[in-house]
């Protein structure tokens, strides 16, 4: 059940106004949880980096044994603490719960919505980002902003990134899907804010995906989307 849409690229050309024709505007929100820890080394950059730690051991300055006896170094009293990392596979990871915010900790996390979405051929639900209609809001963010509030129920944990939208497409009818009106998406980031759980609503169902996955649910997007979201 996804959009089979045939995407035209453009800049983004701000005017006051958005736009001089009829064409509707619908503004989205990427909503993304950042990474949580420290994504694993590339084999590649790892192996230079052994590198080059081994390389400037051989010029490093040399100090007294008794200086760096780690023993002698404590005063007393003090303890010892072992670090023990927690782990990076989740509980969400094994059963490949996209429901759950605890899942791909080392990449960011998108937000997808199924239920009602603009422009969807014959009506029918379908997968799609938090979006609204522009009406007669002061400007695309705030028609942003009312898009992904009517989905959370408030923005207290959430960060926009900037006034401007981050990507731009027009939506026009193709031979396959005739029926789909012609409009102009604006695209707009928000990120997580110290929180692992919402209560998500004004849909039929949810899930957090990465990028890798985000496409599949959009693959006539994929080129598009590749370019707009770095990670």
């Given at each position: 059940?996804?959009?089979?849409?045939?995407?035209?690229?453009?800049?983004?050309?701000?005017?006051?106004?958005?736009?001089?024709?009829?064409?509707?505007?619908?503004?989205s929100?990427?909503f993304?949880?950042?990474?949580?820890?420290?994504?694993?080394?590339?084999?590649?950059?790892?192996?230079?980096?052994?590198?080059?730690?081994?390389?400037?051991?051989?010029?490093r300055?040399?100090?007294?044994?008794?200086?760096?006896?780690?023993?002698?170094?404590?005063?007393?009293?003090?303890y010892?603490?072992?670090?023990?990392?927690?782990?990076?596979?989740?509980?969400?990871?094994?059963?490949?719960?996209k429901?759950?915010?605890?899942?791909?900790?080392?990449?960011?996390?998108?937000?997808?919505?199924?239920?009602?979405?603009?422009?969807?051929?014959n009506?029918?639900?379908?997968?799609h980002?938090?979006?609204?209609?522009?009406e007669?809001?002061?400007?695309?963010?705030?028609?942003a902003e009312?898009a992904?509030?009517?989905?959370?129920?408030d923005?207290?944990?959430?960060?926009?990134?900037?006034?401007?939208?981050?990507?731009?497409v027009?939506?026009r009818?193709?031979?396959?899907?005739?029926?789909?009106p012609s409009?102009?998406?604006?695209?707009?980031?928000?990120?997580?804010?110290?929180?692992?759980?919402f209560?998500i609503?004004?849909?039929?169902d949810f899930?957090?995906?990465?990028?890798?996955?985000?496409?599949?649910?959009?693959?006539?997007?994929?080129?598009?989307?590749?370019?707009?979201?770095?990670?």
């Amino acid at each position: 059940m996804q959009r089979s849409l045939s995407l035209l690229i453009r800049p983004h050309l701000a005017t006051r106004g958005f736009s001089t024709s009829s064409e509707k505007i619908v503004a989205s929100v990427l909503f993304v949880r950042l990474p949580v820890v420290i994504p694993k080394i590339d084999p590649v950059v790892y192996a230079f980096q052994e590198f080059s730690f081994r390389w400037k051991q051989q010029y490093r300055r040399k100090y007294p044994d008794e200086f760096l006896d780690k023993s002698n170094s404590r005063g007393k009293g003090d303890y010892h603490i072992d670090y023990v990392p927690a782990p990076r596979i989740t509980e969400a990871d094994k059963t490949n719960d996209k429901k759950s915010l605890q899942r791909a900790l080392d990449r960011r996390l998108y937000l997808l919505l199924f239920g009602n979405s603009y422009g969807a051929p014959n009506g029918k639900p379908v997968w799609h980002f938090p979006e609204k209609n522009y009406e007669s809001e002061e400007t695309l963010r705030k028609c942003a902003e009312s898009a992904l509030k009517s989905v959370l129920g408030d923005l207290s944990h959430t960060y926009f990134v900037g006034n401007a939208p981050m990507g731009h497409v027009v939506i026009r009818p193709t031979d396959k899907v005739p029926d789909v009106p012609s409009y102009k998406q604006f695209f707009f980031m928000s990120q997580v804010i110290a929180t692992n759980k919402f209560q998500i609503g004004k849909c039929e169902d949810f899930v957090w995906v990465t990028k890798d996955e985000l496409v599949e649910y959009f693959p006539e997007q994929a080129e598009f989307l590749n370019k707009m979201i770095i990670s």
